[in-house]
């Protein structure tokens, strides 16, 4: 069994809306970060958003800030990512993580993170 099931990744015009689901194994508040990756062809895994689970503290890349949203929903066992007003750049597998051995280092360094989800596309057209 997996740990990490990401939902909700499709195809949408610019401007368009999607929200990302992450479903965890078990409670949320199992993980001290959980976050969102993403990753286009030929390009570098980059950090999108992570959320502190104790008292939902959210970071955001530049890129993102203003348009996508991270939440839980710890008793669902449950990460969501609301993304809004997407760009052609937004384009890429969206990989769900989680980092279960207590916080460290920048939220947008993958080696904190020790589980991974399987990753659902996003792609955005103009």
């Known amino acids: 069994q997996v740990e990490l099931v990401e939902s909700g990744g499709g195809s949408v015009q610019a401007g368009g809306s999607l929200r990302l689901q992450c479903t965890a194994s078990?409670?949320?508040?199992?993980?001290?970060?959980m976050g969102w990756f993403r990753q286009a062809p030929g390009k570098e895994r980059e950090g999108v958003a992570s959320i502190y689970t104790a008292i939902s503290t959210a970071y955001y890349a530049d890129s993102v800030k203003g348009r996508f949203t991270i939440t839980q929903n710890s008793a669902e066992n449950t990460l969501y990512l609301e993304m809004n007003s997407l760009k052609p750049e937004d384009t890429a597998m969206y990989y769900c993580?989680?980092?279960?051995?207590?916080?460290?280092?920048?939220?947008?360094?993958?080696?904190?993170?020790?589980?991974w989800g399987q990753g659902t596309q996003v792609t955005v057209s103009s």
């Open positions: 078990k409670n949320t508040g199992s993980y001290y970060l």
């Open positions: 993580a989680a980092d279960s051995r207590s916080h460290g280092g920048y939220w947008t360094s993958e080696k904190i993170y020790n589980y």
